[in-house]
């Protein structure tokens, strides 16, 4: 249920942006926003129809997208020295937690 609701409250997200001028989806850096992707991946599913060996290898079939997505967030990087920012993110990576 939660799954579905973050799904959809996302493409909503997503249809909004699309109807949103591209001058307003700028930052004061110029750096256009507005891309949403979502990943789902139901952890305790895979576990219990696959086992461990299951998840390795799902995490190996859905790994490289994933990476590109974390490749088009960027990161975040400061000069210790000035405090001047480097570099900025652009994104987030959310991870639900996995409870032991």
């Known amino acids: 249920m939660l799954s579905t609701a973050y799904s959809d409250h996302l ?7 699309e109807k949103t001028p ?4 700028a930052g004061l850096d110029a750096t ?6 979502l990943t789902p991946y139901d952890f305790h599913a895979s576990l219990r ?7 390795k290898f ?3 079939a859905k ?4 990476v590109r997505s974390m490749d088009n967030f ?3 990087a400061i000069d210790t020295a000035s405090g001047q920012i480097i ?9 639900n937690c996995l409870d032991w």
């Open 11 to 17: 493409a909503n997200l997503q249809r909004t942006l």
């Open 22 to 25: 591209a001058s307003e989806k």
């Open 32 to 37: 256009p926003r507005g891309t949403i992707s």
């Open 49 to 55: 129809v696959g086992g461990h060996e299951g998840i």
């Open 58 to 60: 799902d995490f190996q």
């Open 63 to 66: 790994l490289g997208e994933v």
């Open 74 to 76: 960027g990161w975040t």
């Open 87 to 95: 570099e900025q993110q652009k994104g987030v990576f959310r991870v």
